[in-house]
């Protein structure tokens, strides 16, 4: 019965926040060392962090909103333009997605840390979270500022994007354990994360709305995990209503699911991290 | 009775070893064991108490690393436990935590903030750093440009900022300077006075004397001695500088070779009754050059008595009456291959050659001209070129005898199974002291350091003013001939610091004569050095003798073979006699007139 017991769950959960907010300090340090570390010496240094989602969300909208001429939008269903479309979708996603390739391998990239310092390694995967937060909210602000300037106002239902960002994290955080610790063990995973980040894309309707998939494909869309980040996400930012509730039902549950599972995961497998790397 | 700082019961270590990395998945998802296990820690108990500052030595590979490791769970271990009562800081590895790119002062923040400390304290303990580190305008500027002492200060300065409970520091300082190596080890003491416990490793034994007071000398994944850190260094010295000498002298490396191989070690028939058998290569004259795992040792003794010889490290009792020689023979490590427990055994200098088992008849055969003994072992190897064969140990003729043939054998796919059977003679109580005497006489040197001796005032004395005069004698037996032979003496302050060194076939006007070496040397000799100018400051001293065939520095040291070499066979005491502050004269770069007397035999 111990392991359905839910007070049991809600402690290891407690576990781990209160040794982020310990911790707090040192885990932002990390993360700010993370982005000066990566972009030191060079001369435009920290603006390659959102230099790079930049870049990369401009070429999408020209080729899809410019070259291929999509055009949706300014009917009830369809509210805002394919542009707002196309990024509600895929700036969670590029912010995801930083997560899960860093996340796997960042136990090895630290593996000095791990091995020869007194620390508390939890903090590690966390760090990297933060990161792709920063990304997260940047983009989020040009995006607002796009719909400001096209549609001159903002639909209310911006307002919750917050827990939105909240319930992100958490699944962030929980992929990022995860990936982490079985990564040290099962050092290829940090391949199929790149090869599944670069056709994820594709698999998940951030370019298209799931009704133009052929009926017998779009179970792919169901039983992808990231469909539903999509999907909340673009109930907000781009219909401006929550368009299924059983969608942010089932995203909520992966999220908390994720955190709570990642970190388990983690505190088991922690203790042999010394032996393998 | 205070209870113990650090407690280690029965703690072993051992790390998986896969061949490949494919093998470490298909393990995980068959279930079925894919690894090998090399027990890096095998059984180890002890503890720290308040206050105390210990030295962990041993050659390298010893286990040192994985220990302090296991102290501050950086691993786990395998099983055993390890009570930690305090907080531990440790620097365990240079600049492990400094990033190359950022200046001194966001490093020393940011390691900060990782060993836990209050963000509050964090000015006030920076100023204390740069204070301490004395990196003056280096501290602005990024750590990859400080040079590798430069980053050992940072490291150690921000360890220690926060005043731990428990240091562990591992072997990096050696590479500051010898100013700032001083003021670590007054600060290290300091903090060990006010925390509570001081753990040090360190190839460098006059450090580990300097600092600590209790020594823990770590061999093959087990303690070897732990103990009082002057007894516990001295033996290590003597034991490690001879092993280095022999290796290091061209002289010696050939002849050392072939005696170690044939030779019977002394001590071999002390316990009565004992029999000694060994593994070793089939060509007789050649040491392991493969590394072999071996298991699942069976003697069968006279056709009516089985015995297991156990693979882990034990001693004989009369339940027990077989036993592996772990520490006299080349054995090295439990490990575990292909899913079996087993031992390694490969060459290994300044051991006896070959895997030593002993075992205990019984006395009832005792009585008995000899005995029929059966042994098998299973075997396994890396690359399979070496045969190995049993020899036993002939107490009659004092040497090994190949025990009859050996039989090879497959046994399943990883291991062959090797076994001889064979008569043994069994000897007499007096054919026993024979031998000893035997064995004695050829583990005897060439030439012999029997005694050093100070005379002053032609009174043998231990503690000399400053300013008098005084002798160093020492006493010198060639147990055969030689033809020519040297003394070197030389004098380390109690602290480690060198101070003197003279070869008696050196003259006063520091010139190398080998024409004042010692020839032909038959019974004994006395070398006396003159201190007739005393310029030793107060303090204690050692003495190092060594004696080697012939001293010329530039066309035979160190291929010259040694003969003998003691290390701290005597000591000297000056006292203080002038109240004035002297000027302390450190090294003396002078020598002293040799006087040799030939007594010779009898």
Redesign the interface.
Known sequence: MSRLNPIKHFLAFRELVGLLTR?R??TF??AK?EI??RY??QVFGAFWTIGHPLCLMGVYVFIFAVVFKIKIGGTLELPLDYTTYLLSGLIPWMCFQETLSKGAGVIIANA????????PIEILPVKGVIVSLLNLLISLLILIIYVLATNHSLPAMYLMVPILVLLQTLGMIGASYILSSVGV???DLKDFIQVFCMIGMYIMPIFYLPSQVPAIFRFVLYINPFSYLVWCYQDILYFGRIQHWWVWAVFAILCLGAFYVGYRVFRKLK??F??VL | MTEPVIEIKNLSKA??IYSK?SD??IE?ITGRTRHDLYWALKDISFSIKEKQRIGIIGPNGSGKSTLL?LI?????PTSGTITVNGK???M??LA??L?P??DGISNI??NL????CN?KIIPSLTEDIIEFTELGPFIYSPVKTYSTGMNARLSFGITTAMKPEILVVDEILSVGDGYFMGKAMNRMIKLCDTGKALIFVSHSVSDVRKLCDTALWLENGSVRKLGPVEKICGEYEEDYTKKRDASERIGNREKQKNIRIGSVAPGSFDSPGLQRLRIVPEDSEKEFSDIHYIRNIQLDLDDNEQIKVPMEFCTLSVEQPSCLDVLGSEWGRFYNRHGADCRLLFANTGKSHGGHLLFHPGEKRLENKEIKVSCSFLASSHSDTEKLVIEYLDCTTVSWQRAGECISERHGTHWERVSASFAMPLATAEQIELAKEVIAMRAKPDVEIIDVAIYSDDEQAVVVKERQPFDIRVTIRANRLVERADVTICLYKSDGTYVFWQSSGMNPDNIYDTSQNIFNLEGTAEITFRFEQNLLNEGKYEIHVACANGFDITYNNPQSEQYDIKIGFGSLVILKEFSEQNMDFGQLNMRVPVDVYIIGKG
């Open positions: 911790h300090q040192l340090e990390m060392r000066t570390e030191s010496g000095n840390l791990v091995k020869q310092v007194i620390f063990y099962f050092r203790t042999m010394g032996n | 790390y998986q990395p470490m998945i995980m490791k501050t769970e950086n691993l786990t531990i800081s440790a365990l590895a492990s935590s990033n790119e950022e923040r940011f903030l990782m060993n836990g963000p």
